[in-house]
Each structure stands twice: as structure tokens, then as C-alpha cells.
């Protein structure tokens, strides 16, 4: 007996086929970390093995514009010719977004994989395995699993664009799986059912890999070393990336065809990594420091205007299995501060942020891995409602 297929997973892939046969623009903006990255790599290279072509790939600075469809992509896209908008680890909590979108012309589909907070944006077609109605038993997919299965989708018949035949060849599929895998592991999602046939599948694939990008890696950092267990050190590097101007150097390190050019974009982000991570530990130091003051608190709650957004998920992440409490580090700007949180399994912080929304921008992600944006001057209340909605737990 087949299993459920991901809700509209089939009407994401005929609206994308459909796209390409009648010559529509096609616009894809993902996230800028390793999900959302490897999710618009396969995306695009599934489109284009169908006949079609994707326009123009974006991705946002979470760092000074904010994480999701923004300001400052809406701005931008108002200005850019109107076709299909395909949103990749991200979306889902973008209900205004969408709605703009919408009027100035764009049809959206939005494929993610974070929890439901207000409702479902308004789109032509979402993919999502936590919204109501989804019985494919996929909720435990990273966004990178849910987008392979819909490459799957879009090559499973002949392309009408086209006229050749469809299917996903070995070796297109052994790629992707690479992609699948590496994201798979870096968003800590669980490493079950198929998200443990994409990671094992996908590391068994990666030695004799034909991606240019990932074989500089695996170059650079010892192919051994990399395949017994540092595929870390390469995760790592693919997240140093920031994206600026909506360009992402990890999207042109694994889309590069040249070997030479290839080999210096992985070093350029291994270096990046490497700076990374003294800074990630300079920044731990300094927020155990300052928790060794308030061992009676049950959340550790930290910001600082010197932090940067993009080191404070790797900060949480540490801190919170040291101490075992939900963690929410932040960049505290002039007037906002972003944040990102990591908390214990059973504590759920979306669940806790929500309790707490009316002080918040925006929040979302997963239970165990969200981040969030405040009016600084909200900052000590939205602590307070987070203190008192885990002191309810006990």
C-alpha cells in the first residue's frame, strides 16, 4: 500500500510544469542556510532537466533585513517582470508577504516545512507537512527531503515543455541525494525513515560525487577524513555563506562548473568557517559569563549589539546542551533585536513564543530550533512571558 503523498505536492509540480511550458518567468527565493540553499539547488536543476529556466534565484541577508519574504525583497521584486514566486524554508508565517505578492501579480507556491503559526498564507499552492489535512507522514522532513520529493514529482512523467521523456536518472538522483543529505544533517531534524535513507544514501554517493563544489571540498578537507565522519566540517562551511544582495556564495560554490573557480570559493568559506568559529566561542564564553550570575533562571535569555544574527543559532546550540534550559541568544540592534533559540526536547519554543506573540514582529521555525524578532522595548516582557510559560510546564 503507497503511502500518502505530501499535501499538494502534485499541484506544486503540474503548476510548475505548466509554468514552463507556457515560457513563464520563474523566480525562486530560499532560505540562506544549508536547507534552504541545497532546496534551490535541486529545485532549479529539476526545472531545468524538465526544458525550463529559472529567471532569477534569491536569498536574503537575515542579518540586516530580516529572515523570510521582507521589506526589502518586496521592494525589490516590485520592480521585476511578474511570473510564478517560489518560496523554499520559508514562507509559511509570511501571510502579508504573500498577500503583496499577490497584487503586484506574482502567483506563489510556498514550500516549507516549519510549523503553522496564524493561518495559511494566501498562495496559489503550499506545500507544508504541518498544515491541516496532511496525512503524508512527512512531518520530520527537513525542507531539502520535502523539495526532492517534489523533483521527483516534476520528472516523474514526460514534460510537456519538453516532449523528451521524464524520470530522474541515477546520477541526477545520487546528486541531489548528496544535497539531501548534507541538509538533512545540518537541520537537526530526525534522523528517521527517510531522512535516514537520504543520509545514508546521500554520504555513500558524496565520495564519487560529480558536483564540482562539494568534490573541492572533499579536496580541500581530505576526502577520508571528510567521509568518516567530518562532514560537519563541509556543513559548516556551506552555512559561513552570507548572503548579500540576494546572492549566496554556498548557491555558487555547489552551481559551479569550473574546478579552479570551484576550489577557491570552497576555501574562501572553509577560512570564513574558521573565523566563525572563534568568534562563536568568544561569544559562549562571554554569555557563560554572564549565566553564572543567574543559575536560578529557568531560560537563558542573552543579546548583545556587538553579536552577530548569523553566529547566534551556533551559540544557542551550544549553550543549550551545556545547560539543558531553552536558550534564546539575540543581536540587539538600535531599535529591534533578532534572535535565534534552541531548546530541550518536550519544550517546545514555538509553542512558548507564541504565548508570548503580541510582544514579538515575527517568530517560527521548530519546536526544538525557532527564531524570533522584538521591539527592544518589548525585550524584558517578551522574557517575563517566556519564563512564565516554562515555569508552567513544570
Known sequence: MNKPKIKNLTEAADRIRLAVKNNEKIIIYGDSDCDGITSTVILEEAIKTLGGKVDMVLFPNREDDGY???????????????????????????????????????????????????????????????????????KHLANVGITFKLAEELLLRPSEASGEGGGMSHNLRNSFLELTALATISDMVPQIEDNKMFIEEGLRSLKNTFRPGL???????????????????????????????????????????????????AQDLISK?????????????????????????????????????????PVASI?????????????????????????????D????????????????GHPQASGFRVKNENLERFKEGLIKHFKNLK
Open 215 to 265: 568534490r573541492a571540498f572533499l579536496d580541500i578537507l581530505g576526502e577520508g577524513e571528510v567521509l568518516s565522519g567530518g562532514f560537519y566540517k563541509l556543513i559548516s562551511a556551506l552555512n559561513a555563506a552570507e548572503s548579500i544582495d540576494f546572492k549566496n556564495e554556498s548557491y555558487d560554490l555547489l552551481t559551479c562548473s569550473s574546478r579552479g573557480k570551484s576550489m577557491e570559493l
Open 68 to 138: 523570510g519574504v521582507n521589506a526589502r525583497a518586496l521592494e525589490f521584486l516590485k520592480n521585476v517582470p511578474k511570473g510564478l514566486f517560489i518560496t523554499l524554508d520559508l514562507g509559511i508565517s509570511n501571510q502579508a508577504a504573500v498577500k503583496v505578492l499577490n497584487g503586484y501579480g506574482f502567483s506563489v507556491i510556498i514550500v516549507d516545512h516549519h510549523q503553522i503559526l496564524d493561518g495559511i498564507p494566501a498562495a496559489e499552492v503550499v506545500i507544508d507537512p504541518q498544515q491541516e489535512g496532511d496525512e503524508s507522514d512527512s
Open 349 to 364: 519554543s514555538v509553542k512558548a513564543m507564541k504565548s508570548c506573540k503580541d510582544f514579538l514582529i515575527t517568530y517560527g
Open 319 to 347: 549553550v543549550y546542551m551545556q545547560y539543558n534550559k531553552p536558550t534564546f541568544i539575540f543581536k540587539k540592534g538600535d531599535a529591534e533585536s533578532s534572535g535565534s533559540v534552541r531548546s530541550p526536547k518536550g519544550m
Open 273 to 313: 568557517t574558521n573565523y566563525k568559529q572563534l568568534k562563536i566561542q568568544e561569544i559562549t564564553k562571554e554569555v557563560e559569563r554572564r549565566i553564572a550570575q543567574k543559575k536560578d533562571e529557568i531560560i537563558i535569555f542573552e543579546g548583545d549589539p556587538a553579536w552577530k544574527l548569523l553566529l547566534a543559532g
